[in-house]
């Protein structure tokens, strides 16, 4: 699926109201827009509701006041398009190439662009899109639409990778060591942006070692150590969290040495958890 599109060929439409009167069962397709803007004749918006846009050009169009509700864009042209003042409430787009579109107090959820792209034909334009939709959510205040802008960013960036290596632009080592950081940064904090993945970490973690520390008690605990499994996930707590309660304490040289890699794991899981809640926090003003 993707949005590389530049040209559409379709009937040409030299005005907005001609536009309106080529509406057919709440749809428009296969038409070339040619004129400059597309906007509200006064204070109140031009409201869409539930219409279908195919396969239309709307190259270079500057969009005003407008108001979409519900609405499909499928295979169309926003080239060098803008928005302003203009609001999208549950709409989505298909195949839709948005390359330099301009997004200025808007209302545009990043997460309409879902099925939009194919990221590795699609990254330069995927990119330029989030960043649009980054300054305008947070010059407008909307920290949820500005969190999401990025992380969909920092996803393109990663399929970035898939795209280079195909026009043989990168190494088979600089590809490896640029998708295992992009996994690991993803899949454990969601590049700062998902604090609820650094939770995810460490219950993962907790389970782990509590398993390790219940299969080997005997090992870290002397031969007299003997846990059942609530005091194995007790204990792992206390010492991933470093409270160090000191009712339950290994005793052997081995256990020492494996409960201080978890006490370690568990600070930087804690140290990470921290870091994203700020970092949304700073994204989000």
């Not at 399929?159 to 690991?184: C, F, P």
Request: proline letters at 2%; a neutral charge; one cysteine or more.
């Amino acid at each position: 699926m993707s949005a590389n599109i530049f040209k559409i060929e379709g009937q040409r439409v030299d005005s907005q109201d001609e536009f309106a009167r080529l509406e057919e069962e709440n749809s428009w397709r296969d038409l070339l827009y040619y004129p400059e803007s597309f906007q509200s004749a006064n204070r109140h918006p031009i409201v869409f509701s539930e219409k279908v846009f195919e396969r239309i050009s709307f190259k270079d169009t500057d969009f005003r006041n407008i108001r979409f509700l519900r609405c499909q864009f499928k295979q169309c042209l926003f080239a060098g398009a803008s928005f302003s003042d203009c609001e999208f409430i549950d709409c989505r787009f298909f195949e839709t190439n948005t390359s330099k579109l301009r997004v200025t107090r808007c209302l545009l959820d990043p997460k309409d662009f879902k099925n939009n792209f194919d990221l590795i034909d699609d990254t330069n334009i995927a990119i330029g899109l989030y960043q649009s939709l980054y300054k305008n959510a947070s010059d407008e205040h909307q920290p949820d639409h500005s969190i999401e802008s990025l992380y969909q960013m920092e996803r393109a960036k990663h399929a970035h990778l898939d795209s280079q290596k195909k026009r043989n632009v990168i190494t088979r080592r600089e590809y490896l060591k640029g998708k295992i950081r992009h996994w690991m940064y993803d899949f454990v904090t969601g590049y700062g942006l998902r604090p609820l993945r650094v939770v995810r970490l460490l219950f993962i973690v907790v389970g782990l070692f509590s398993t390790l520390n219940f299969l080997f008690d005997s090992l870290i605990f002397g031969e007299n150590g003997s846990l059942s499994f609530v005091d194995s996930i007790y204990f792992t707590v206390v010492a991933i969290t470093t409270l160090g309660f000191g009712d339950i304490v290994p005793i052997t040289t081995a256990g020492r040495v494996f409960v201080t890699f978890q006490a370690l794991l568990g600070f930087v899981a804690m140290s990470l958890f921290l870091s994203a809640i700020v970092n949304i926090a700073l994204r989000s003003r």
